[in-house]
């Protein structure tokens, strides 16, 4: 039987119990989504295309719980506050385990012009058109962790910035997972900035308690005309944890869009990127961080379409792996005939600090249009022995020249963010991680 057999089953008995305690958006969604399912057959499995070093099935092979009566399970909030970026104030919202909880500083702060909340509270409001016009919209259910990710969700967080706002305090979401049994959450957010709009979103994944837990999470993102949406993604959760996210986002004529995923500690974990200019002149800014040490499994996917004139796209990803820790990376640009003028660059660039560290890495171009500038690259190597020879000479400890030089290695991801005091948080966090610590959120967050 594979993982999907189990969890269509899983449904099937509890359909009424399901539907129920879920949102109407997704209600609507559901019999598609168990067809598209049924049709798949399975989730996608190491070796097949695209997935060459990692299992999607095997992560979701485990008899996961699924709260589907939507118990409250206790979490410690106070731990998530540790998250808090010095000097950025941000209106936080906690997601514990798949249940969205908005914070009273959130309630309180909340703009005009600015909605945040879950589908269930948007029910019977004008948010919930704005639900069910954009949801499942830029996800596709021929992808089956998305078609799985929205047969098991009961609820979901939406975010919406109104025409011409512009946001001056990011948007903060805490992700903790907390249970006294193994749990799948299956966890889902909307992202609507209409017509020149601004907005930022911070992201944060935890992990409390000793279990083993599993993240479905499904991230759509709609880039009106003219709007910026700049999404930060940090991963800290534990060796315990297999996390398995797909964005998309869909941006329109002179659009904006940046996103940086940082993976600082976590068990297994798949995160797919998928961004469509369907709009002329849409400018996009793809970032990947991930450090690497124990068994730590870490797997960055990206394709980017070019569907419109004078577009611009560029992804950077970088890994430090140590120890018996696994890498992988498969980057994709494709230019559409029509996509003049297009501007597309992809890096890929790799420090193996052990002989047992591996990385796979595998960048594409798909270009059907002469009247382009596009490009990729990929390296994978050890450590600067000069550099460290030249450190050590003056006086600096090896272990902490070894820890200076691959913090430097990343300076450029997080030079990238556009936030200045995430910035400094994340070069911390960094700092923290490479100097040993287990979790810098927790541990070093001084």
């Known amino acids: 039987m594979s993982a999907i057999d189990q969890y269509i089953s899983l449904y099937r008995d509890n359909r009424e119990a399901v539907e129920s305690h879920s949102a109407a958006a997704l209600n609507a969604l559901r019999p598609a989504a168990l067809a598209a399912l049924e049709s798949a057959g399975r989730l996608p499995d190491k070796g097949d295309e695209g997935f060459e070093k990692t299992s999607v099935e095997k992560m979701f092979a485990p008899d996961f719980g699924v709260n589907i009566n939507r118990v409250n399970i206790p979490v410690d909030v106070a731990a998530a506050f540790r998250c808090d970026v010095p000097n950025l104030s941000t209106l936080m919202g906690i997601i514990v385990n798949d249940?969205?909880?908005?914070?009273?500083?959130?309630?309180?702060?909340?703009?005009?012009?600015?909605?945040?909340?879950?589908?269930?509270?948007?029910?019977g409001t004008p948010l919930a058109e704005v639900i069910a016009l954009h949801l499942g919209t830029a996800a596709p259910l021929d992808k089956p962790g998305v078609a799985?990710?929205?047969?098991?969700?009961?609820?979901?967080?939406?975010?919406?910035?109104?025409?011409?706002?512009?946001?001056?305090?990011?948007?903060?979401?805490?992700?903790?997972?907390?249970?006294?049994?193994?749990?799948?959450?299956?966890?889902?957010?909307?992202?609507?900035?209409?017509?020149?709009?601004?907005?930022?979103?911070?992201?944060?994944?935890?992990?409390?308690?000793?279990?083993?837990?599993?993240?479905?999470?499904?991230?759509?993102?709609?880039?009106?005309?003219?709007?910026?949406?700049?999404?930060?993604?940090?991963?800290?959760s534990d060796a315990r944890t297999a996390r398995y996210s797909q964005l998309f986002v869909r941006q329109a004529a002179g659009s904006r869009f940046q996103g940086v995923a940082a993976t600082l500690m976590n068990g297994v974990t798949r995160n797919e990127f998928y961004i469509r200019q369907e709009g002329d002149n849409a400018d996009s800014h793809l970032g990947g961080m991930a450090i690497g040490s124990g068994a730590q499994h870490i797997?960055?996917?990206?394709?980017?379409?070019?569907?419109?004139?004078?577009?611009?796209?560029?992804?950077?990803?970088?890994?430090?792996?140590?120890?018996?820790?696994?890498?992988?990376?498969?980057?994709?640009?494709?230019?559409?005939?029509?996509?003049?003028?297009?501007?597309?660059?992809?890096?890929?660039?790799?420090?193996?600090?052990?002989?047992?560290?591996?990385?796979?890495?595998?960048?594409?171009?798909?270009?059907?249009?002469?009247?382009?500038?596009?490009?990729?690259?990929?390296?994978?190597?050890?450590?600067?022995?000069?550099?460290?020879?030249?450190?050590?000479?003056?006086?600096?400890?090896?272990?902490?020249?070894?820890?200076?030089?691959?913090?430097?290695?990343?300076?450029?991801?997080?030079?990238?963010?556009?936030?200045?005091s995430l910035r400094d948080r994340l070069r911390h966090l960094v700092e923290c991680r490479f100097s040993g610590h287990p979790s810098g959120c927790a541990d070093c967050a001084k």
């Not at 009273?104 to 948007?122: D, H, I, Q, R």
């Not at 000479?393 to 991801?413: C, H, N, S, W, Y």
């Open 99 to 123: 249940r969205f909880v908005a914070t009273a500083t959130l309630k309180k702060n909340l703009p005009e012009g600015l909605s945040v909340c879950s589908f269930s509270e948007a029910a």
């Open 148 to 236: 799985l990710n929205t047969l098991l969700s009961q609820d979901g967080i939406v975010i919406r910035a109104a025409r011409g706002f512009r946001a001056d305090k990011p948007v903060q979401l805490v992700s903790i997972f907390n249970s006294p049994a193994p749990l799948l959450a299956a966890r889902r957010i909307l992202v609507v900035a209409e017509e020149n709009s601004a907005v930022s979103i911070l992201k944060c994944d935890h992990s409390q308690a000793g279990a083993d837990y599993l993240s479905s999470e499904v991230v759509e993102i709609i880039a009106e005309r003219g709007a910026e949406v700049n999404w930060y993604d940090l991963e800290e």
């Open 299 to 420: 797997d960055n996917a990206s394709e980017v379409t070019h569907r419109a004139v004078r577009g611009r796209s560029e992804q950077l990803f970088k890994y430090s792996l140590d120890d018996e820790a696994e890498g992988a990376f498969e980057g994709g640009i494709e230019v559409a005939p029509g996509a003049r003028f297009t501007e597309a660059f992809q890096t890929n660039r790799n420090i193996l600090a052990s002989t047992g560290a591996r990385m796979h890495s595998k960048p594409q171009l798909l270009i059907y249009n002469d009247d382009v500038k596009c490009s990729h690259g990929a390296a994978t190597g050890q450590l600067d022995q000069k550099a460290l020879f030249y450190m050590r000479q003056r006086g600096i400890p090896e272990k902490e020249a070894r820890t200076m030089l691959m913090q430097a290695f990343m300076v450029d991801v997080i030079d990238s963010i556009r936030l200045e």
